[in-house]
């Protein structure tokens, strides 16, 4: 157990929705980051927040957003879903200034968009 | 910009012998970090090593180990002794200052009894 912690563990829906993934850091780390899993583009970074403020961004979709908390939790909308969305992802986390910036990831979100 | 290699789609080995996942990358920072990921088929990102550019000695943790090759640039995860619940995908990826985890496209591995 990595002590990041990803809900849902499954998401089905159809194309056009609007979904939620919610993440919790592992305690006392300030950093969240996600990444999409998908078979044909591998693991690909979409977004960091870092104590709440956008740090770096990366492949991530105009429909795609996502915010960090105060209480450090982090929220990634996914909208007008396509098919091609269908995808794992993954929320991970990392003390900021530890030894190499190692980052643990919570289980996933497997995405299925119908 | 960065890049990772990994050149093994998938890789056999028996169990109790060592087995070598090759990672190649490429960076022109002189300070970064090399991970090693296993993904078994329930899905979970699990950290299993890291190395740092300026490192002097290979990292280990239990029965993996990172052969670090510097003026290579590769970064191969050797796992000692298989056992059946190395069947997983494996994932290397380099980070340098300041900028997110860039991931291989990951080699699978098959432990056989």
């Known amino acids: 157990d990595s002590g990041v912690t990803q809900t849902p563990k499954h998401l089905i829906t159809a194309t056009g929705q609007r979904v939620t993934l919610r993440c919790s850091p592992r305690?006392?780390?300030?950093?969240v980051y996600w990444y999409q899993q998908s078979l044909d583009q591998g693991l690909q970074f979409l977004i960091q927040?870092?104590?709440?403020?956008?740090?770096a961004k990366g492949n991530i979709l105009e429909r795609f957003s996502a915010q960090q908390f105060p209480d450090l939790h982090s929220e990634l909308n996914l909208s007008s879903l396509e098919l091609g969305d269908s995808a794992l992802y993954f929320c991970?986390?990392?003390?900021?200034?530890?030894?190499?910036?190692?980052?643990?990831f919570g289980p996933g979100t497997r995405l299925t968009v119908l | 910009a960065q890049k990772i290699t990994q050149t093994q789609p998938g890789m056999f080995v028996q169990e109790k012998e060592a087995v070598t996942l090759d990672c190649t990358y490429d960076?022109?920072?002189?300070?970064?970090?090399l991970f090693w990921y296993k993904q078994p088929s329930s899905g979970e990102m699990i950290f299993l090593i890291y190395?740092?550019?300026?490192?002097?000695q290979n990292a280990t943790e239990g029965r993996y180990s990172l052969n670090f090759q510097k003026a290579r640039k590769s970064a191969n995860l050797v796992i000692s002794a298989s056992q059946l619940g190395d069947s997983a995908m494996y994932f290397c990826?380099?980070?340098?200052?300041?900028?997110?985890?860039?991931f291989g496209k990951g080699t699978r591995l098959s432990v056989i009894a």
């Open positions: 190395q740092g550019s300026y490192d002097q």
């Open positions: 927040y870092y104590n709440g403020e956008e740090r």
């Open positions: 305690s006392g780390d300030l950093s």
């Open positions: 991970a986390s990392s003390a900021n200034g530890g030894r190499s910036g190692e980052q643990f």
């Open positions: 960076t022109s920072d002189p300070s970064y970090g």
């Open positions: 990826a380099m980070r340098e200052p300041n900028t997110p985890l860039v």
